[in-house]
């Protein structure tokens, strides 16, 4: 298993630019969850899919975030315009929303700077 | 509101020390998850352990250990024997009850541990 793969893994964007950042989930798992880490505010949830259907988007900063998954396999957060206080790590993590025996797996992150 | 404290920002010990790190959760739900995580200074985040509420045994794995206690809303987690590869922020989550099933994770502030040799 590949795990939940990320890309890309560090970006340096210019403020005002758009910025996309990509996940691909661990076959199978049916929710898929777009967390920020920075050191003010920690880990916290940005928006969650159950299925492809957004559950709870109530972690989206501003109208400036989205995020879509257009199948089970693939998702974008996309930050347009970006400013530097986007600047944080973003996961993103997949899980089988059932009672399994495995928590959340996430990928490796990106590294998000916007100067 | 659903709530996780780690009152421990920073901890040092030095190696072959047992060091164990609290964790304090706020739910209503009567069926909740607990998680462990490490992240070590590379960043990903490391799964550890994934308790239910159902479940109050403690669980050993290797040095590792974890007591789930109820009562006081607390699940903890030892290191027994410390090393210097166990120096890592380490993050205990609480999952909401989503229609019976794990829902979003609301992780706490985390805890640094530092291990010296």
């Known amino acids: 298993d590949a795990g939940v793969i990320q890309s890309p893994r560090h970006e340096v964007t210019e403020m005002g630019q758009e910025v996309t950042l990509r996940c691909k989930p661990i076959?199978?798992?049916?929710?898929l969850f777009w967390y920020r880490q920075t050191m003010m505010r920690g880990l916290e949830l940005l928006i969650y899919?159950?299925?492809?259907?957004?559950?709870?988007d109530s972690g989206m900063p501003e109208d400036r975030f989205s995020a879509k998954m257009p199948n089970a396999s693939f998702s974008t957060l996309k930050i347009q315009p970006s400013e530097p206080r986007d600047s944080a790590v973003y996961f993103c993590?997949?899980?089988?929303?059932?009672?399994?025996?495995?928590?959340?797996?996430f990928g490796s992150g990106t590294r998000l700077t916007i100067v | 509101a659903q709530k996780v404290t780690q009152a421990q920002t920073e901890i040092s010990v030095v190696e072959k020390e047992d060091v164990t790190l609290d964790c304090v959760y706020e739910?209503?739900?009567?069926?909740?998850?607990l998680f462990w995580y490490k992240q070590p200074p590379s960043g990903e985040l490391v799964f550890l352990i994934r308790r239910n509420s159902f479940d109050e045994q403690n669980e050993i794995s290797g040095r590792y250990s974890w007591n789930f206690q109820k009562s006081t809303s607390s699940f903890n987690f030892t290191i027994t024997a410390s090393q210097v590869v166990d120096s890592a922020v380490y993050f205990c989550?609480?999952?909401?009850?989503?229609?019976?099933?794990?829902?979003?994770?609301?992780f706490g502030k985390g805890t640094k541990l530092s291990v010296k040799p």
């Open positions: 899919f159950n299925n492809n259907v957004p559950i709870d």
């Open positions: 739910t209503r739900d009567t069926t909740y998850y």
């Open positions: 076959s199978g798992h049916n929710s």
């Open positions: 993590a997949s899980s089988l929303a059932h009672r399994g025996p495995v928590g959340y797996t």
């Open positions: 989550a609480l999952s909401e009850n989503y229609g019976g099933s794990q829902g979003n994770l609301i």
